[in-house]
């Protein structure tokens, strides 16, 4: 099983990248795709989730400004990040929630997103 992200970037402020996640190998059924971001010397913290039926959980940091969406047939996940503050920058990190012979947590190798001011 792997995921792989991709997307991330230098940006200025108030500009706006775009995150992909792919997962791979016998991974079973996905329920829960997802973005998380650790920031240098902070604990690692949820930004968005999608469900397997489209539900979505939003960190409060991320309200109005990101986009979380899935392509269940190609098992990718996508984040849509506009209005990018310096706050903003971290490692972020795709994150699959799996089903099978029991609920697995995958997590992929992270892509650095700098916002510069």
């Known amino acids: 099983v792997q995921l792989q992200a991709s997307g991330g970037g230098l940006v200025q402020a108030g500009g706006s990248l775009r995150l992909s996640c792919a997962a791979s190998?016998?991974?079973?059924?996905?329920?829960?795709m997802g973005w998380y971001r650790q920031a240098a010397g902070k604990q690692r913290e949820l930004v968005a989730t999608?469900?397997?039926?489209?539900?979505?959980t939003y960190a409060e940091s991320a309200k109005g400004r990101f986009a979380i969406s899935r392509d269940n047939a190609k098992n990718m996940c996508y984040l849509q990040m506009s209005s990018l503050k310096p706050e903003d920058t971290a490692v972020y990190f795709c994150?699959?929630?799996?089903?099978?012979?029991?609920?697995?947590?995958?997590w992929g190798q992270g892509t650095q997103v700098t916002v510069s001011s």
């Open positions: 994150y699959v929630n799996a089903l099978r012979f029991g609920y697995r947590n995958y």
């Open positions: 190998g016998d991974i079973g059924n996905i329920m829960l």
């Open positions: 999608i469900s397997q039926g489209g539900s979505l």
